[in-house]
C-alpha cells in the first residue's frame, strides 16, 4: 500500500514551502508542456488523482469543466484544499488510489500531477481508469522520471555473481525507492519508462503523447536551479486516450 507521507508534520511543512505550493500552477515549471496536452474542458467532467492542494481542480473549472472530483489520501493535503476552494461543482474525497472506486463510462478526463510513482504498481489503476473513462475520455498525468527514481537511494546490491556491494541501485532494477526528502523514509516506486508505457496499453489505453520534460532556456535563466534539469529529465508527462 502506498505511504501516506504527506500526513507527516515534517514533510507537509516542508512540501508547503515549495514554489508549487505557494504559487500554485504558476509555480510547476512543467505546467505549461503538460496544459497543452489536456483535452478541451468545456462541460466535461473531471477527476485529479492526487490533487493535493486543489490547485488543478479549481483550473480545471477556469478551463470550463462542469464537474471536477480531487482525491488524495492526504487528509492534511485536502483540508488545504477545501480551505481554497469555494466552488459547489469542486468535490474532494479522501482515498488510497489504490483502493479508488470509479464509475464505468462516467468521466473525461483523468488527471494526476506528481502522485503515481508513490504506488507499488499501475496495471490495476489504469484498469480502473479505463473503464471510468468515456469513449475519448483521456488521462493525462506527470512522474517522476524513471532516469531520476533508479538512483534515488544507495543501498547493497547483488552482482550476477551473487556479490553483494554498495551502490546506487540500477535502472532496470524496479520496485521500492527510499529517499531523504523534506522527511525521512520517503518511499516511492521506480519502473521504467517501458513498464508504464507497456501498463497503458496493456489496459486498453492510446498513447497520445510523451514528454520527457525538460526547462526552456527562458525557464533557466529565471530560474537558475533548472539547469539540472536540461541534463537529465526529472519528469515525464504522459497523455493516453480511451479510443473505444
Not at 104 to 114: F, K, P, T
Not at 149 to 161: E, H, I, M, V
Not at 217 to 240: G, K, N, S
Request: glycine share 8%; proline share 5%.
Amino acid at each position: 500500500m502506498a505511504q501516506n507521507i504527506y500526513d507527516n508534520p515534517a514533510f507537509f511543512e516542508g512540501y508547503a514551502q515549495l514554489p508549487r505550493s505557494v504559487q500554485g500552477l504558476d509555480g510547476a515549471p512543467e505546467w505549461p508542456a503538460l496544459k497543452t496536452m489536456l483535452p478541451d474542458l468545456r462541460g466535461k467532467s473531471v477527476v485529479d488523482l492526487g490533487c493535493g492542494y486543489g490547485w488543478f481542480c479549481r483550473v480545471a473549472r477556469e478551463m470550463g469543466a462542469a464537474q471536477v472530483t480531487g482525491i488524495d489520501i492526504s487528509e492534511k493535503m485536502l483540508a488545504r484544499a477545501a480551505e481554497l476552494t469555494s466552488d459547489a461543482a469542486i468535490h474532494y474525497q479522501r482515498s488510497s488510489l489504490e483502493s479508488l472506486s470509479l464509475a464505468e463510462n462516467s468521466l473525461d478526463l483523468v488527471y494526476s500531477s506528481l502522485a503515481l510513482h508513490y504506488l507499488p504498481e499501475l496495471d490495476t489503476l489504469f484498469a480502473k481508469i479505463q473503464r471510468a473513462l468515456k469513449p475519448g475520455g483521456s488521462l493525462v498525468f506527470s512522474m517522476e522520471h524513471p532516469i531520476y527514481t533508479c538512483a534515488s537511494r544507495q543501498g547493497w546490491l547483488t552482482d550476477d555473481n551473487g556479490v553483494r556491494y554498495w551502490g546506487v541501485n540500477q535502472y532496470q532494477q524496479e520496485g521500492e525507492r527510499v529517499s531523504n526528502w523534506l522527511a525521512d523514509g520517503v518511499i516511492k516506486y521506480h519502473r521504467t519508462l517501458g513498464t508504464t508505457l507497456n501498463a497503458l496499453i496493456a489496459a486498453g489505453l492510446t498513447i497520445r503523447e510523451v514528454n520527457e520534460w525538460g526547462p526552456t532556456q527562458a525557464q533557466t535563466d529565471a530560474w537558475p536551479a533548472l539547469a539540472e534539469e536540461a541534463e537529465r529529465p526529472m519528469l515525464v508527462l504522459i497523455a493516453a486516450e480511451k479510443t473505444q
